[in-house]
């Protein structure tokens, strides 16, 4: 339950926003009776902000015309929320992400009571988020111009660097972005290829609206999409395991990046595409139900071969203690 000084701060967006409101609506949409509303009106004139009232018994409030709020007003908690979400983009790869985050700090202390920039000073200090290493594009354009081709649904022409250096352009549609394993992707409907992608930020080497509409599938999870294109990928070997559990357990104990679960009358089937079975080795080793590999058989090969190293440490363990 929101306190008084979160419900005066939204009685005051919701004047900002609406221009005016009776008595009653503004007590309705702050969850309060009609007296809170005029206690809160005293508190909003003794912080410098003027508000006119209708005459009558339920007259419309406004703020006085041509009055303009101060720039930014935040709550105890939308301080925090600020704080932690400007430690993130620290580590989110963003271009000039060190500076970017230092400038927007210091402007939000200008506008904050002492109070506010103590908690937002001591996150800075104390926090640590374990996020991906990332990778940063040279700049955030494109990050920009794709954020706004999706929310416009406007299509784009763009020019892409792949992994071996070659360059391509294409005409794309971009229905959303994410970040994932350290790198921002762009998601959408690519015309060069007639069919779904996703691009790595950091490779696109320039966009260009062409200003023509396009309307993006209803529903479109990026991430989602993304997550599973990595699983999926084109890679030197092919896996098939029958895992023996059911399907939330699998889901738990294996990210959706590493392989694809379908449920089936035997078991839960794992999908994956590798390119080292050693490391895959190691994953399996640490899931704690029964599994039977179908393919390929060099895999068989490397978890049999974790196993032995497992016994020897355990052995070496033993012989010490």
Same mark, same amino acid.
């Given at each position: 339950?929101? +306190?008084?000084?979160?419900?005066? %701060? $939204?009685?005051?967006?919701?004047?900002?926003?609406?221009?005016?409101?009776? +008595?009653?609506?503004?007590?309705?949409?702050?969850?309060?009776?009609?007296?809170?509303?005029?206690?809160? !009106?005293?508190?909003?004139?003794? %912080?410098?902000?003027?508000?006119?009232?209708?005459?009558?018994?339920?007259?419309?409030?406004?703020?006085?015309?041509?009055?303009? *709020?101060?720039?930014?007003?935040?709550?105890?908690?939308?301080?925090?929320?600020?704080?932690?979400?400007?430690?993130?983009?620290?580590?989110? +790869?963003?271009?000039?992400?060190?500076? =970017?985050?230092?400038?927007?700090?210091?402007?939000?202390?200008?506008?904050?009571?002492?109070? %506010?920039?103590?908690?937002?000073?001591?996150?800075?200090?104390?926090?640590?988020? =374990? *996020? #991906?290493? $990332?990778?940063?594009?040279? #700049?955030?354009?494109?990050?920009?111009?794709?954020?706004?081709?999706?929310?416009?649904?406007?299509?784009?022409?763009?020019?892409?660097?792949?992994?071996?250096?070659?360059? &391509?352009?294409?005409?794309?549609?971009?229905?959303? *972005? $994410?970040?994932?394993?350290?790198?921002?992707?762009?998601?959408?409907?690519?015309?060069?290829?007639?069919?779904?992608?996703?691009?790595?930020?950091?490779?696109?080497?320039?966009?260009? =609206? %062409?200003? &023509?509409?396009?309307?993006?599938?209803?529903?479109?999870?990026?991430?989602?999409?993304?997550?599973?294109?990595?699983?999926?990928?084109?890679? $030197?070997?092919?896996?098939?395991?029958?895992?023996? &559990?059911?399907?939330?357990?699998?889901?738990?104990?294996?990210?959706?990046?590493?392989?694809?679960?379908?449920? &089936?009358?035997? +078991?839960?089937?794992?999908?994956?595409? !590798?390119?080292?079975?050693?490391?895959?080795?190691?994953?399996?080793?640490?899931?704690?139900? !029964?599994?039977?590999?179908?393919?390929?058989?060099?895999?068989?090969?490397?978890?049999?071969?974790?196993?032995?190293? *497992?016994?020897?440490?355990?052995?070496?363990?033993?012989?010490? =203690?």
């Amino acid at each position: 339950m929101p +306190g008084p000084t979160a419900r005066v %701060l $939204a009685m005051l967006e919701l004047l900002q926003s609406h221009g005016g409101l009776v +008595g009653s609506e503004l007590a309705r949409q702050l969850d309060v009776d009609p007296r809170t509303v005029r206690r809160y !009106v005293v508190v909003l004139e003794e %912080l410098g902000i003027p508000i006119t009232a209708d005459r009558g018994r339920d007259g419309r409030y406004r703020l006085v015309s041509g009055f303009k *709020l101060p720039p930014m007003m935040f709550t105890d908690d939308e301080a925090l929320a600020l704080a932690v979400g400007l430690q993130a983009a620290r580590r989110l +790869g963003l271009a000039e992400a060190e500076a =970017s985050v230092s400038g927007a700090v210091a402007k939000l202390e200008r506008v904050m009571p002492e109070s %506010l920039k103590r908690r937002v000073r001591a996150v800075g200090e104390t926090v640590a988020l =374990s *996020l #991906s290493r $990332a990778t940063a594009p040279e #700049s955030n354009a494109a990050l920009a111009a794709l954020s706004e081709a999706a929310r416009t649904e406007t299509r784009v022409h763009m020019r892409y660097r792949a992994r071996e250096g070659a360059e &391509t352009a294409r005409d794309f549609d971009a229905y959303g *972005l $994410a970040y994932r394993e350290g790198c921002w992707y762009a998601v959408g409907w690519c015309h060069l290829r007639r069919g779904l992608r996703s691009f790595r930020l950091d490779r696109i080497e320039g966009v260009r =609206s %062409l200003g &023509t509409p396009f309307r993006r599938p209803e529903g479109f999870d990026a991430l989602a999409h993304l997550t599973h294109a990595l699983a999926t990928i084109e890679r $030197a070997f092919r896996v098939d395991i029958l895992l023996r &559990t059911d399907l939330v357990t699998a889901r738990r104990e294996l990210s959706p990046s590493v392989a694809v679960l379908d449920w &089936t009358r035997e +078991g839960v089937r794992l999908h994956a595409q !590798v390119d080292d079975l050693a490391w895959f080795a190691r994953e399996l080793a640490r899931l704690p139900f !029964v599994f039977e590999i179908r393919r390929p058989a060099a895999l068989r090969g490397e978890v049999a071969r974790v196993a032995r190293r *497992l016994l020897r440490s355990s052995n070496v363990k033993e012989d010490s =203690s």
